[in-house]
């Protein structure tokens, strides 16, 4: 599948450079738009895609300066350059932003069912969202608009994000900066040929600040990006019970976040399949460097991390199934994923203090959570491998504080949790410091190395109802901890 998943990926990388080769240069300024940061663009540059669009195609070109704009839509055969030091900066009036009937979102950048588009360059799109949203607050109070403005936030989906694209196909983003969203930063939805390149993401300004989501998309290449995100830094969902989400490569990037660097779902209604994570590192981040969960009746299969250092990060990893929703156009599953050359530090503390918007203090009593692989009865995680892992993390854990025992008594009263939201710390205390294993089929570890910087009352790792549990060169290193039993095996078998 490697080969076949790298020549649909260059096949996907040919379609859209060919599609960029040789377009002609149209100037947004020859159609009006003013880059004085006071005129409001977007019937100028609108016009201007419109026109391109109609004429053959091209690149609409933003030249220097700051053009002050509300919603524009991008339309076939047309790309949306940005040179360096060019600003597409959001209106501050929530009136100037679309709610698309269609998507039924709210976006700066919307695209729907277009062909080979883009956004390029080394400019910036800032959507100002703090103040965007703050200002919707006020219009809401006012019985001006309607929103159920819960937590006195507006819904997600009526602020607007900077990119929005559905549906569409040979789609290229590369170079730019896409800053301070309202919502979620970008979205791909149901998207194919889709290449992300190079852009540098500030998403910290609101709440639900998702760095990137792409959503049910096929044949998708992600590099060399930098994303800082108040919400989940690179993420992939399913909304749609037909939704597939397949051919998917993200390498070289690096995620900071307030909540999981690498996450899938948390929708995960249809099909995930063949995904590539390859060099990435994740830092101060809140929860886990990577979270791979079903828990929406959905079937996640053949994933393959290579290269992850995650520094200052709650959590390494977190695979997990769930039963919120059911699909029945799918089987659920989680299967044949693969975790390798992994380098991971774990915190004390709080690893994402000083965000505007921080991850929630989580209840307590608890001590620093294990990573976890947990199925459910049901929907049992299938085929793990873990190679060349090293997971460091701070002890400090005192039974007298808060206390999970390993008996088979005790982990029988470990709740289920089927139907909660999928998070690390949900189980509040665990009974390993390094691994929780539940409800597995097929685990293999080769060459594992846990270590605990201080003291721990709980043993390294805890495998309960394990089948073809394989444990080889794995080390366990404690200070002061020498004769204790770091590897528990409850209803476990293991093979060789």
Known sequence: MDRKLRLILCAAL????????????????????????????SASIQAAIDYVSANGGGRVVLTPG??????????????????????????????????DPYCKWTAFVFAVKQSNIGITGGGTIDCRGFEVANHMVEYVHRGL??????????????RPENIHFRECNNVTVSGITLKNPASWNQQYDQC?????????VFATAYWNNDGLDVVDCSDVVVRNCYIDAADDAYCFKSHSV??????????????????????????????FKHFRFKNMTIFDTYRSAITIASVDGGSVEDVEVDGLRSIHTGNPIFIRTGSRRSNPKVTPCLKDIVIKNVYAEVPYDKPDAGYNYEGPVEDLPRNVCASGIQGIPGIRIQNVRLENIELVYPGKANENYAYRGHSPEELARIPELERSYPEFSNWKELPAWGFYLRHVDGLEMYNVKLRVDGQDYRPAIVSDDVTGLRLENVTVSQDGAEGKEQIIKNNTTETR
């Open 192 to 200: 194919r040929n889709l290449l992300i390149d190079g852009i540098t």
């Open 242 to 271: 037909d939704g597939v989400s397949e051919n998917i490569l993200v390498e070289n990037c690096v995620g900071r976040s307030s909540a999981n660097g690498i996450k899938f779902g948390t929708m995960t209604c249809g099909v």
């Open 145 to 158: 608009f309607d929103d159920p403005l819960k937590l006195d936030r507006p819904q997600e989906g009526n």
């Open 14 to 41: 040919g379609l859209l450079l060919a599609a960029g080769a040789g377009a002609k240069d149209y100037y947004a300024s020859d159609f009006g738009a003013k880059p004085d940061g006071r005129t409001l663009n």
């Open 66 to 99: 700051m053009y002050l704009c509300g919603s524009i839509y991008l339309k076939n055969d047309v790309t949306l350059h940005l040179e360096a030091g060019a600003t597409l900066l959001g209106s501050l009036n929530p009136w100037d932003y679309v709610k």
